[in-house]
């Protein structure tokens, strides 16, 4: 789909990130200057405080990884950041396009990535006058892309893999041992 | 004189003539008397060898059998069948009976796929044809005793006739089925079957086939044999095969169904 923003003198860019984070809740914020309703669905405006790394457009799927960095979190609140199962967690990116004169939405937010988070680090900020820091929390997300390429799926003929799905399953137990059995077929007793 | 004595007279005449040839040095009397002493040695030695020739055995040679090797392997991957192919399987299975003459295989070919997403059915399975050292099985009326083989010219083989015996399963232990066109109402379960399995060797969502071979070395019925099985999976459309290899938990992708807009 493709948009004519040639009429406009300058534009706004903003994500929109929907993370689920497991056995929490599930966080939306943005980077765009005001709250913003998705589908029913608010998105907190961080704005300066959280940036999207860059990210290549492409045709096909691709299995590229996307960073997330939320800056400005006090120290005393990262203890709350590692309790959080974080990695693993579901990520939505989306991304919408918005007039900058009115603040008003050329294309609505659509979606730009998804994908889970893959890993995180946090970076302290000391600030030596003011005696106090701040730490941003960088989250690295990797694409379904990505992760389907990885995944390892079925079942091979060993008692391990059986047993992965059907625990009480006993058929393929002897197949370790008859993998170099010989028998004496019609030898006589 | 009466014709009897010219008889006797004749007689003695001829058995002079032939004293007087071999008693005589003329080249042809040396020949003959070559080919004589030739003829006695030869009956001589013969006679020898006859008396010295040992008595041969009168009971049967014992047949040792045969020495098989299962090819079972555990990093074997069970495959995904959509629509028909004709596939080999992979033995997951084999035992040989305490009289060493009946062995069963246990040839596992696919995982069981799962609902239809056109039409909300669970998949079902046909067993077309079973092949047996690339020859047609034709069962006998339970579906399941081989009765003969057809070869790619049509000639019929009635070698394996009584002799193998094939029980086909389209999704678990419990599943069985026969191949098509052949109809049986009392098909038991893989545990009833196969010898040490009970009603945990589940097979759960596997296609399997158990071959029972009987040995006999005259009819050929004494190694393991190629088997291929065509099979047809009632999921053979591409929107059903894409959205099951997507969605399934166990060998697909494991995409959450939500995620996937169907319509």
Same mark, same amino acid.
């Given at each position: 789909m493709s948009y004519n923003l040639s009429g406009y003198s300058a534009i706004w860019t903003a994500f929109f990130v929907q993370i689920n984070v497991q056995d929490y809740q599930i966080l939306r914020f943005s980077n765009f200057y005001k709250p913003y309703t998705i589908?029913?669905?608010?998105?907190? *405006?961080?704005? /300066?405080?959280?940036?999207? %790394?860059?990210? !290549?457009?492409?045709? =096909?799927?691709?299995?590229?990884?996307? +960073?997330?960095?939320?800056?400005?979190?006090?120290?005393?609140?990262?203890? *709350?950041?590692? /309790?959080?199962?974080?990695? %693993?967690?579901? !990520?939505?990116?989306? =991304?919408?396009?918005?007039?900058?004169? +009115?603040?008003?939405?050329?294309?609505?937010?659509?979606?730009?990535?998804?994908?889970?988070?893959?890993?995180?680090?946090?970076n302290e900020e000391y600030n030596v006058v003011d005696k106090n820091s701040s730490v941003s929390v960088v989250l690295t997300c990797a694409s379904i892309v990505g992760l389907l390429q990885t995944k390892v799926a079925g079942r091979r003929t060993n008692p391990t893999d059986e047993k992965l799905y059907y625990p009480n399953d006993l058929s393929m137990d002897r197949v370790p041992n008859l993998s170099s059995a010989n028998f004496n077929f019609g030898a006589p007793t | 004189m009466s014709w009897f004595d010219d008889l006797v007279d004749t007689g003695k005449s001829l058995i002079g003539g032939a004293v007087d040839f071999f008693t005589g040095n003329s080249l042809g009397s040396n020949i003959a008397k070559t080919a004589l002493l030739g003829l006695t040695v030869n009956r001589v030695n013969n006679s020898i060898q006859k008396n010295n020739t040992p008595t041969p055995n009168t009971a049967p040679a014992v047949d040792p059998g045969v020495r098989l090797q299962s090819d079972a392997n555990t990093q074997n991957k069970i495959p995904v069948l959509y629509g028909n192919a004709t596939m080999g399987g992979i033995q997951t299975d084999a035992v040989l009976t305490d009289d060493q003459t009946t062995m069963y295989f246990v040839y596992t070919f696919a995982e069981k796929t799962g609902t239809l997403l056109s039409t909300s059915a669970a998949s079902t399975y046909v067993f077309n044809d079973v092949f047996f050292n690339?020859?047609?099985?034709?069962?006998?009326?339970?579906?399941?005793?081989?009765?003969?083989?057809?070869?790619?010219?049509?000639?019929?083989?009635?070698?394996?006739?009584?002799?193998?015996?094939?029980?086909?399963?389209?999704?678990?232990?419990?599943?069985?089925?026969?191949?098509?066109?052949?109809?049986?109402?009392?098909?038991?379960?893989?545990y009833s079957i196969m010898p040490g399995w009970t009603s945990a060797h589940t097979m759960d969502n596997l296609l399997f086939a158990i071959v029972k071979m009987t040995y006999n070395k005259d009819k050929n019925v004494n190694r393991v044999p190629t088997l291929k099985f065509s099979i047809?999976?009632?999921?053979?459309?591409?929107?059903?095969?894409?959205?099951?290899?997507?969605?399934?938990?166990?060998?697909?992708?494991?995409?959450?169904?939500?995620?996937i807009l169907t319509v």
């Open positions: 589908a029913g669905q608010s998105y907190a *405006s961080l704005g /300066s405080l959280m940036s999207v %790394g860059d990210t !290549v457009s492409e045709l =096909r799927l691709s299995d590229q990884e996307l +960073t997330i960095t939320l800056s400005g979190i006090l120290s005393s609140n990262i203890n *709350s950041v590692l /309790s959080y199962k974080m990695k %693993g967690s579901p !990520v939505m990116v989306r =991304r919408g396009l918005f007039n900058a004169n +009115t603040g008003v939405a050329i294309v609505e937010p659509i979606g730009k990535f998804i994908g889970l988070v893959n890993n995180f680090s946090l | 690339d020859n047609r099985v034709i069962f006998q009326n339970d579906g399941i005793t081989a009765a003969y083989m057809i070869d790619r010219e049509g000639n019929q083989d009635v070698s394996i006739a009584n002799l193998v015996q094939i029980y086909c399963y389209a999704g678990s232990s419990t599943s069985p089925q026969v191949p098509e066109y052949y109809t049986n109402a009392s098909l038991s379960p893989a047809t999976n009632s999921m053979s459309l591409p929107g059903d095969c894409i959205y099951d290899y997507m969605t399934n938990a166990r060998y697909g992708c494991d995409i959450p169904a939500t995620d």
